[in-house]
Antibody
Framework: QVQLQESGPGLVNPSGTLSLTCRVSGGSISSSNWWSWVRQPPGKGLEWIGEISHTGSTHYHPSLKSRVAVSVDKSKNQFFLSLRSVTAADTAVYHC????????????WGQGALVTVSS | QPVLTQAPSASGTPGQRVAISCSGSSSNIENNYVYWYQQLPGTAPKVLIYRNDQRPSGVPDRFSGSKSGTSASLAISGLRSEDEADYYCATWDDSLSGRVFGGGTKLTVL
């Protein structure tokens, strides 16, 4: 059973950089095509942030594209999220997720990591 | 504002059938598969429907999906108290070259 676990600072200063790691266990990160980040501000809906393939190809949400980067370290079976120049609007629970290659849905999710942007 | 439009709330009584709609456009729903997710409070979303109308194993057949043109719908029959949750539609948007979610519908079982 594939499991995903997010980790990183729970508090980030405004204008700083939000950095999160998603550790993948129970399967190889190379076994699936797409690995994504999805966030959910408190009391609001889901927002797709971006994704990376095991070959390093990426897609990003247009509204975040100038500030976001998703990367992967296959040797550590992890992938990462970096979001620069954060504001309070970036406060959210951040989930990492794996896409089912054949069916196209987010099959496995991490439990989520709350990141608060505040001084 | 989300690219996909959902009513913010819906409700029904136990045993009833409810439908949740998702409205999009030719750049997303009309030419791409639609997915539906259920999110219980404090948990990660779980897929209910994939590729418009397919159910993953383990999802009860009380849940069904359909798509027509630029809109999609999730139907829940035989409503149960445990169905009280937030429901999100999702798809790919060709213009944005990215995945998009609806704003979510909060279902209350009265």
């Amino acid at each position: 059973q594939v499991q995903l676990q997010e980790s990183g600072p729970g508090l980030v200063n405004p204008s700083g950089t939000l950095s999160l790691t998603c550790r993948v266990s129970g399967g190889s990160i190379s076994s699936s095509n797409w690995w994504s980040w999805v966030r959910q501000p408190p009391g609001k809906g889901l927002e797709w942030i971006g994704e990376i393939s095991h070959t390093g190809s990426t897609h990003y949400h247009p509204s975040l594209k100038s500030r976001v980067a998703v990367s992967v370290d296959k040797s550590k079976n992890q992938f990462f999220l970096s979001l620069r120049s954060v504001t309070a609007a970036d406060t959210a629970v951040y989930h990492c997720a794996r896409l089912d290659d054949s069916a196209g849905y987010f099959q496995y999710w991490g439990q989520g990591a709350l990141v608060t942007v505040s001084s | 504002q989300p690219v996909l439009t959902q009513a913010p709330s819906a409700s029904g009584t136990p045993g009833q059938r409810v439908a949740i709609s998702c409205s999009g456009s030719s750049s997303n729903i009309e030419n791409n598969y639609v997915y539906w997710y259920q999110q219980l409070p404090g948990t990660a979303p779980k897929v209910l429907i994939y590729r418009n109308d397919q159910r993953p194993s383990g999802v009860p057949d009380r849940f069904s999906g359909s798509k027509s043109g630029t809109s999609a719908s999730l139907a829940i029959s035989g409503l149960r108290s445990e169905d009280e949750a937030d429901y999100y539609c999702a798809t790919w948007d060709d213009s944005l070259s990215g995945r998009v979610f609806g704003g979510g519908t909060k279902l209350t079982v009265l």
